[in-house]
């Protein structure tokens, strides 16, 4: 896990219980939850003595593998939350977290598991999650391997598996080791979420470091060796970038993120004001905001597109376009308040961003979307990321 999420505990918001998600139940676990109802050692929210089966589960078009989906209120909160007893899942409080359906379970984990073991980073829309963004603001992000004391270890691990997979793609010929590319995802995140500075200076960074390492043939030695040179040369002492916003890049990415939600879930649009907003109260502060920096290094750490993709470059389209997101996100709620944007405020921007980029965005739809920035030019694939002339 990263360090700066390996602490995390629920704190009971309420966000994944309440947000209208169609919630699976597997067959055991829908076993269980009838025989509690029976026993009378659980009680759907609102329900009386006598609960029927519709009341709490809908099994009408079960998804693949479950026995049905959940039930929800009007409000959009799942049948079991119960508002008034501490925020809690009634199903939990009865039964204990066992019981939970699996994706109550994994919530807000978002997990990978490669050769190398489980790497597990946590989705922003929690709001514990994204207010961690702000905690340990001395402490740089880094990559750590969690002890037996720890929280989350021990917890069963769901998610993309790439075990026995081929490697991570460099580029369309030539797949990373897997200790040149732990490397790799190490110095990207140290550099994404190092201390004191700019968020888009280092992304600008981690691109030219790309760059320089799709160029690695055997005959510069190791791949390892020269993802380490790669990192010490390339990516500490920053990349130049100018001081125009890429906007209509941005933007771009933006959309690509929103055209990949499947249809009949929400899509996020861009707002055609967020230029003028971003100008007036966005811009000057976001070089200093260190929680970007630590979004963008949760991006780079255990996703999934870099075992999709063809490429690094795919793999660093995919952190530009979670930082236009945020960005994009930052604008709208910034120029609704009329300020400049601060901590607090990245924090439920983080929140918007990370409701798109993990849970309605298709990410093998958005892979395949910039499968042909591996056949770019470097100019035109550094244009296109949003962050100025990199070129």
Not at 19 to 39: F, K, Q, Y
Not at 119 to 130: D, E, F, I, Q, R
Not at 148 to 167: H, I, L, S, W
């Amino acid at each position: 896990m990263l360090n700066l999420q390996r602490d995390f505990q629920c704190r009971h918001s309420g966000a994944c219980c309440t947000s209208g998600w169609h919630i699976p139940i597997e067959p055991a676990t829908d076993a269980l939850v009838a025989d509690g109802i029976r026993a009378g050692r659980l009680r759907a929210s609102g329900a009386g003595d006598h609960v029927t089966r519709d009341v709490w589960i809908d099994t009408s078009h079960p998804p693949d593998g479950a026995a049905g989906v959940l039930t929800m209120r009007p409000d959009g909160a799942c049948v079991f939350f119960d508002a008034n007893a501490g925020r809690l899942c009634a199903i939990q409080r009865a039964l204990g977290h066992a019981a939970l359906p699996s994706a109550c379970q994994q919530f807000p984990r978002v997990s990978l598991t490669d050769d190398r073991g489980a790497h597990v980073t946590l989705s922003h829309y929690c709001p514990t999650v994204a207010a961690m963004l702000v905690g340990n603001a001395g402490e740089a992000v880094e990559i750590v391997a969690l002890a037996e004391a720890d929280a989350a270890a021990g917890r069963r691990v769901e998610g993309f598996d790439a075990r026995a997979a081929v490697p991570p793609f460099l580029r369309p010929d030539v797949a990373f080791d897997l200790p040149a590319y732990d490397a790799w995802e190490r110095g990207i995140v140290k550099a994404l979420g190092g201390l004191g500075r700019d968020p888009d200076a280092a992304l600008a960074a981690v691109a030219g470091a790309a760059e320089d390492l799709r160029g690695w043939r055997p005959a510069r030695g190791s791949l390892a060796a020269d993802v380490e040179r790669v990192l010490r040369t390339t990516i500490e002492p920053g990349r130049a970038r100018s001081d125009t916003p890429g906007y209509a890049a941005m933007a771009r990415l933006f959309d690509d993120v929103g055209a990949s939600v499947p249809e009949g879930l929400p899509r996020p649009v861009c707002p055609h004001d967020w230029e003028s907003a971003d100008t007036a109260v966005v811009a000057e502060g976001w070089p200093r905001l260190a929680a970007v920096g630590r979004f963008l290094a949760a991006k780079a750490f255990a996703s999934s597109v870099a075992w999709q993709g063809h490429g690094v470059r795919t793999q660093v389209m995919a952190v530009a376009a979670a930082r236009a997101v945020l960005r994009v996100e930052t604008a709208r709620r910034a120029g609704l308040a009329g300020r400049c944007c601060d901590e607090a405020m990245l924090v439920e921007s983080a929140r918007a961003a990370d409701l798109l980029l993990e849970h309605l965005s298709d990410r093998p739809a958005l892979v395949a979307r910039w499968a042909g920035v591996e056949a770019l030019s470097s100019s035109a694939f550094l244009a296109g990321l949003g962050l100025g002339n990199l070129a």
